[in-house]
Nanobody, 127 residues
């Protein structure tokens, strides 16, 4: 059973924008930490943004602060990542992730904080 499905990836020129979506089939969807990670070839998976859907608090990696925005629509069971002013180094496979229910977002913002993962969507930024 696929519980998280990402969409919205694609190719864009530097400076452009993309919005990624993550359809969440977990039940219930509430009281979890939702996150977006990315992985470039030959590099470790890194956290991009995370949000608590209990209180809507969010956290961003320094590399994307001010350019990316994580949001969620609990009614639609969808988490979004709005990406603007894209840079070449933003390229990679982007993964949506969810924690166990009642597990808060952690300052560590590590992949091990999350239990459920999507299959990823490719984002390619070109010059």
């Amino acid at each position: 059973q696929v519980l998280l499905v990402e969409s919205g990836g694609g190719s864009v020129q530097a400076g452009g924008s993309l919005r990624l979506s993550c359809a969440v089939s977990l039940y219930p969807v509430t009281n979890r930490c939702m996150g977006w990670f990315r992985q470039a070839p030959g590099k470790e998976r890194e956290g991009v943004a995370q949000m608590s859907n209990a209180d809507a608090s969010s956290y961003y990696a320094d590399s994307v602060e001010g350019r990316f925005t994580i949001s969620q629509d609990n009614a639609k069971k969808t988490v979004y990542l709005q990406m603007t002013s894209l840079k070449l180094e933003d390229s990679g496979v982007y993964y949506c992730a969810a924690s166990q229910r009642w597990s808060p977002c952690h300052d560590s913002f590590a992949p091990s904080d999350f239990t459920y993962w999507g299959q990823g969507t490719q984002v390619t930024v070109s010059s």
